[in-house]
């Protein structure tokens, strides 16, 4: 029902920036928590960032906290991660997912993948040292 797109992703070198965005369908966008996700090779995937419907809400985790800032602008129904001091470690496929089905209350619980119920097919970031 909730369709989601990112762009922005690119091959950069360490130290450069990347603003992604993910485009969401819907009428009710306003009322969606959104997210960040990212799964590097190999590796299971990680929570990067949430905001709450509102924008009063933002968590990050630790390896990004400072450097990567998530908004949204529910008048274009997007959501962006602006990426600044790239690190090759922030080599991923970053997806943008949405819940559409009330909020969450607790910062961990918002990390979770199985909190959000949909998610967009993911934009590749390289970041080369």
């Known amino acids: 029902q909730v369709q989601l797109v990112e762009s922005g992703g690119g091959l950069v070198q360490a130290g450069d920036s990347l603003r992604l965005s993910c485009a969401a369908s819907?009428?009710?966008?306003?009322?969606?928590?959104m997210g960040w996700f990212r799964q590097a090779p190999g590796k299971e995937r990680e929570h990067v960032a949430t905001i709450s419907q509102n924008s009063r809400r933002a968590d990050y985790t630790d390896s990004v906290k400072g450097r990567f800032t998530i908004s949204r602008d529910n008048a274009k129904n997007t959501v962006y991660l602006q990426m600044n001091s790239l690190k090759p470690e922030d080599t991923a496929v970053y997806f943008c997912?949405?819940?559409?089905?009330?909020?969450?209350?607790?910062?961990?619980?918002?990390?979770?993948?199985?909190?959000?119920?949909?998610w967009g097919q993911g934009t590749r970031v390289t970041v080369s040292s």
């Open positions: 819907g009428r009710t966008f306003s009322s969606y928590g």
């Open positions: 997912a949405a819940r559409t089905r009330g909020g969450l209350y607790d910062s961990w619980t918002r990390s979770l993948s199985s909190a959000y119920d949909f």
